[in-house]
């Protein structure tokens, strides 16, 4: 009992009772084997992205997503506005997060690898690609890059997973997979 102070000044002291240090030892073995875990999982549980991660202006990050989606684009996005960029297959796709919009709407054909940008323009944002796992923490200043080669077609949305303001709950994106050499349009407003 902890209400009154203990009988021995020094009470470290003392023997630990066994069932203490039996409990000690289970904690102490649980800690180190789910460190392990996480070790583990890094390398079969395929969760954790390898991303590379460059030092970058945003200015020049958004020089660069404009320059990119001027030169690929295919159309603008009929209910949103955004337009729609299809890189070629294997080139730098990027996208770009900022208050409160994911931007632009990327059109990537099945099967092909894409060198995958992503920055911040202004504060802490979250790339999380639904209904995939792949959840990645945004920050401006830096440059994300991931090999992403689309294995399913259709539509996944981007969800902004880090609170970012007033806005957080609105800003979410697209990707569009397609077929390999499909047409791009689709009809407006559809895939959500
Ligand atoms: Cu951006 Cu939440």
């Not at 997979?177 to 407006?188: S, T, W």
Request: a negative charge; one cysteine or more.
């Amino acid at each position: 009992m902890a209400i009154r102070p203990p009988e021995a000044k020094v009470w470290w002291n003392e023997p630990i009772a066994r069932g203490e240090l039996l409990w000690i030892w289970v904690a102490f073995l649980w800690g180190v084997i789910m460190f392990l875990v996480m070790v583990y999982w890094h390398l079969v549980g395929r969760q954790n992205l390898s991303t590379e991660v460059y030092r970058i202006d945003a200015q020049v990050y958004e020089k660069r997503v404009d320059d990119f989606a001027q030169k690929f684009k295919v159309r603008d996005e009929g209910d949103t506005g955004i337009p729609v960029v299809r890189p070629p297959p294997g080139s730098d796709a990027y996208m770009l997060a900022r208050l409160w919009s994911w931007w632009p709407i990327l059109e990537l054909e099945k099967g092909q690898s894409y060198r995958l940008h992503l920055s911040s323009l202004d504060w802490l944002h979250g790339f999380s690609l639904q209904p995939t796992n792949i959840n990645i923490q945004i920050h401006p200043g830096l440059e994300q890059v991931i090999t992403l080669t689309p294995t399913e077609a259709g539509t996944f949305t981007v969800v902004c997973n880090e609170f970012c303001g007033l806005g957080h709950h609105t800003m979410v994106g697209r990707i569009h997979v397609v077929e390999p050499g499909q047409a791009g349009p689709k009809p407006a407003g559809q895939g959500d």
